[in-house]
């Protein structure tokens, strides 16, 4: 009786566009209120004390770790597959995995120490 391996593919997946989702969606707005908005005086930018206050809040400090995780693990994927195909690597292909996939996950948690240290 032969038993069919299970594919971790849809979950990577899963994850690679829900990291595309959540930057697409964040990440834009987080670089005009840094880089334009407050350095430009069209907003007050908020203190080191505010920023410290918000992140004293779970769901705050679940939302950086989740913009973290899912944005490593999207470039993570899409690294993945542009070195394995794009370099013609294939026969690496689970060395490569493990190093995109390892990085991201350590990243990840740096900044849930990080995060939680707050």
Aim: hydrophobic share 55%; aromatic share 10%; proline share 5%.
């Amino acid at each position: 009786m032969s038993r069919d391996r299970t594919s971790a593919e849809p979950f990577l997946w899963l994850l690679f566009s829900a990291g595309g989702v959540v930057t697409a969606l964040a990440v834009p707005v987080f670089l005009f209120l840094f880089g334009i908005a407050f350095p430009l005086g069209w907003l007050d930018p908020p203190s080191s004390a505010e920023i410290y206050t918000l992140l004293r809040n779970p769901l705050a400090r679940l939302a950086v770790i989740v913009l973290c995780g899912l944005g490593l693990m999207h470039a993570a994927h899409r690294l993945r597959h542009t070195v394995r195909d794009g370099l013609q690597l294939q026969r690496h292909g689970t060395a490569i995995a493990a190093a995109c996939y390892g990085t991201a996950a350590f990243v990840t948690a740096v900044a849930v120490v990080l995060v939680s240290m707050l």
